[in-house]
């Protein structure tokens, strides 16, 4: 099983742990991590074996020592059966580091891999969900939890739940060793074990819930970060680094007050449970002691008994941390568990109905009407038909909120209308596969969206097989084959976070360049050259007409000198559709369309001799 497989099977399992579940349990959430961990079933026996024996190894320990005492240091004991009880001290020993290497080695494999399942499985997740969600939860935020919250449950995986087990198995053996030895002075050890056990879980439940908090608290740190430096040039141009310092700072010390309640809470459970452990070994081995001097104990089995004591009640302190490293992991896993049980808005039918072959690149709106998840009160689309015919060229223009992306949007299927439907060549979205819908639109948007990677596999990302003459080609007829050529790895050039290291202009025609290698018959632009000066906008509204030709298209005009050559110029306000025609014919009309034209030219027939 491949590690993308075994990362979304951790998602398929964690389906019944939703975060409403999982609160009503500390450690409910830890469950996901354990089913991760089953997918490797060789290296988890191989850890729990290496874990049993070094447990085991440290109470023999105990036992060696008791021998010798006993044995060889008795009175008319042989000398040489000192050697041989020192050989068996040493020989338990080594079997306890080679254990001990063996359990490292197991444990730490196993953490590596169930944190890079639990991002796989979360990122897989994530790909698939609908643009509202990200509206309503912050990508910088859910950043943070892929990096923090994960580097959390890899310490549980390969450190805490290893030291916990394995101080669990040295407790309860310590304790049947000691009622081996002294059954009388155990059984005042073990009846006092609930009275450790009830302050744990007392100061459990409220350690969970601050150290929920507490994760939250540096995911808001994570996300400041992210924000600032992502729009340094802004913060900087408008003088707002003290302001951004102050905010930074904030949230820092929101963190910290969360994290002194967490560490007060761990440090007052430690106390408390170290106070009762060892009071009460000490109480028991001073009676121990009173044995050992009326002789009905031998000095041997007072020494194995303290040592083994002493490992029991490390053991139980031990386990106070431990629960609180395990609870802050719980704490972590159920923020990650939130993500895995997200389920996608738009999501393929069972029986998709299959577009029609060859496609033809008709685009129709049938009556729509849609409010964004997040601004119920506002009507995007009110009752809005539109038929776009294949091969046509439909420019779509009005103010600002008119309802111009929000046909995009639908038209990717990244929502789904409330009322009407929109068809791709005759077939309802949401009876079609999305991602088959997808491939037959081509996006431009209205900046041009690079990522850090080259050159080529940005002109790619539209055809991920396409060769390097493909790209040359679709370079070429973008305007983008010049600076290509002239950067210094070509094609493999890394272009920086965003495409940092080239102009507006050369983004864009990437940006076409791209939508060339995807030759899909829908054509999505979001006026791509709003934001370039004259020269840049020359080359690009080039490389557009060429990515025009022979498909439909939908073009969102903020400029108008740029939709003279559409087919059809459809004006929207609010939602719906005021005007329809030619250039020509909307400027002589006297309405929306010319009092905008009128805004940007001399006058409203002065856009046509451009």
Do not use: C
């Given at each position: ?17 939703a ?33 049993i024996?070094t ?11 008791r ?5 060889g ?22 079997v ?36 509202s ?22 310490q ?34 073990v ?25 939250d608290r ?15 040039r ?21 963190s ?9 809470i761990r ?7 170290i ?17 050992v001097?009326?002789?009905d ?30 609870v802050?992991?719980?704490?972590a896993a ?17 029986r ?12 129709a ?7 964004y ?19 046509e060229?439909?420019a ?31 077939v309802?979205?949401k ?13 431009v948007?209205q ?9 080529r ?22 305007n ?8 210094p ?27 060339l ?43 108008l ?19 329809e ?8 009309a ?15 027939r ?5």
């Open positions: 099983m491949n590690a993308i497989s075994e990362g979304n099977s951790v998602a398929e399992l964690s389906e019944e742990d975060p409403g579940q999982s609160s009503e349990r500390d450690l409910g959430p830890l469950r996901m991590i354990w089913k991760a961990a089953l997918a490797y079933p060789g290296m988890l026996t191989l850890a729990i074996v290496a874990l024996v447990a085991l190894a440290t109470l023999a320990i105990p036992a060696g020592f021998l010798v005492i006993d044995r240091f008795a009175e008319g004991g042989d000398p040489q059966d000192i050697g041989r009880w020192f050989e068996y001290l040493l020989m338990i020993v080594v306890l580091g080679l254990g001990t290497a063996t359990r490292f080695y197991a444990v730490s494999w196993l953490g590596e891999r169930v944190v890079a399942d639990v991002r796989l499985a979360v990122q897989d997740n994530l790909l698939r969900l609908s643009p969600f990200f509206e309503e939860n912050s990508p910088k935020e859910i950043s943070s939890r892929m990096t923090a919250d994960t580097a959390i449950i890899e549980v995986v390969g450190t805490t739940v290893s030291v916990a087990l394995r101080n669990s198995i040295m407790a309860i053996g310590g304790i049947v060793y000691l009622f081996a030895l002294a059954p009388t002075l155990t059984l005042g050890l009846v006092g074990i609930p009275v450790v056990i009830l302050p744990l879980a007392w100061f459990g439940r409220r350690l969970r819930t601050v150290s929920r908090t507490s994760q540096i995911a808001d740190i994570g996300a400041n970060v992210t924000e600032v430096l992502a729009g340094l802004i913060v900087q141009a408008f003088n707002q680094e003290d302001r951004e310092n102050r905010r930074f700072a904030d949230a820092v010390g929101r910290f007050e969360t994290a002194k309640r967490r560490i007060a440090a007052a459970m430690t106390a408390v449970v106070v009762m452990i060892f009071g009460a070994i000490t109480l028991l081995m001073w009676r121990g002691a009173l044995g001097a009326a002789g104990i031998s000095g041997g089995t007072i020494a194995a008994f303290v040592i083994t004591g002493g490992i029991v009640a490390g053991s139980f302190g031990s386990l106070t941390e431990v629960y609180g490293n395990l802050r992991g719980a704490g159920g923020r990650l568990n939130e993500l895995l049980n997200e389920r996608p808005a738009i999501a393929p039918p069972a998709p109905v299959a577009l029609p072959e060859p496609p033809r690149g008709q685009l709106f049938d009556k729509v009407s849609f409010r998840p997040t601004r119920p009160e506002v009507a995007a689309l009110s009752d809005f038909t539109l038929a776009v015919e294949p091969g060229t439909v779509i223009v009005g103010p600002s909120g008119a309802g111009k992306s929000t046909l995009f949007q639908l038209a990717e299927r990244f929502y789904d209308p409330a009322t009407g439907s929109v068809k791709v060549d005759g309802p979205l009876s079609a596969d999305p991602a088959e819908v997808r491939r037959r639109i081509a996006l948007p900046e041009g969206v690079l990522f850090a990677a080259s050159a596999d940005n002109l790619r990302y539209g055809n991920w097989d396409a060769g390097d003459e493909a790209i040359w080609e679709a370079a070429k007829a973008a983008a084959e010049r600076f290509l050529r002239e950067l790895q070509g094609l493999d050039t890394f272009l920086g976070e965003e495409g940092a290291r080239l102009s507006g202009g050369q983004r864009q025609r990437i940006a076409i360049a791209r939508a290698l995807r030759d899909a018959p829908i054509l999505l632009l979001d006026e791509a050259t709003s934001a370039l000066d004259a020269e840049s906008e020359r080359l690009v509204q080039d490389a557009l007409e060429r990515l025009m030709q022979d498909r439909t298209t939908l073009v969102i005009a903020h400029r000198a740029t939709v003279r050559k559409a087919d059809r110029i459809v004006v929207m306000d609010e939602g719906r559709i005021v005007e025609g030619t250039h020509d014919h909307l400027a002589d006297g309405g929306l369309y010319a009092r905008l034209a009128a805004l940007q030219f001399d006058s409203p002065a856009v046509a001799a451009d």
